[in-house]
């Protein structure tokens, strides 16, 4: 049985922190790094209380393209090289998730909070 794809194709971070984060999207999954493509990574600085969103990317395979799906999220502090990591869970093709920036106790965390089909 073959299994549907599940991916989102952009993701919203909302910062809610006091402090300007530099968060990096990465794009692709691991078949089509076998395949020789490498991921796409989209870095933006996001200011306090500021929302950011970061994709759609595609491959071009020659004669079609391919989607490179969110693939996971990394936000680092400007200042202090703190970091969170994320990867999100969707069911089936979603245009983005949405994805909270909080301070948790002086170190940061990613958390997804919605989907836009």
């Known amino acids: ?3 549907p794809p599940s991916y989102a194709k952009q ?3 909302h910062n809610e922190t006091e402090h300007s984060v530099h968060v990096t999207g990465v794009f692709g999954s691991d078949a089509q790094v076998a395949e020789g493509k490498a991921l796409i990574r989209d ?3 996001i200011a306090p209380h500021s929302t950011a969103t970061l994709g759609e990317h595609e491959y071009n395979m020659g ?3 391919a989607v490179a799906a969110v693939h996971s ?3 680092e502090h400007a200042e202090s090289n703190s970091q969170a990591q994320f990867q999100p869970h969707v069911s089936g093709i979603v245009a983005a998730v949405h994805v909270v920036l909080k301070n948790d106790g ?3 965390a990613l958390a997804q909070s919605h989907v836009d089909e």
């Open 73 to 75: 999220v990394i936000a």
């Open 63 to 65: 004669t079609w393209t």
């Open 11 to 13: 993701v919203v971070i």
């Open 106 to 108: 002086g170190r940061f």
């Open 1 to 3: 049985m073959v299994v």
């Open 43 to 45: 870095t933006v600085t």
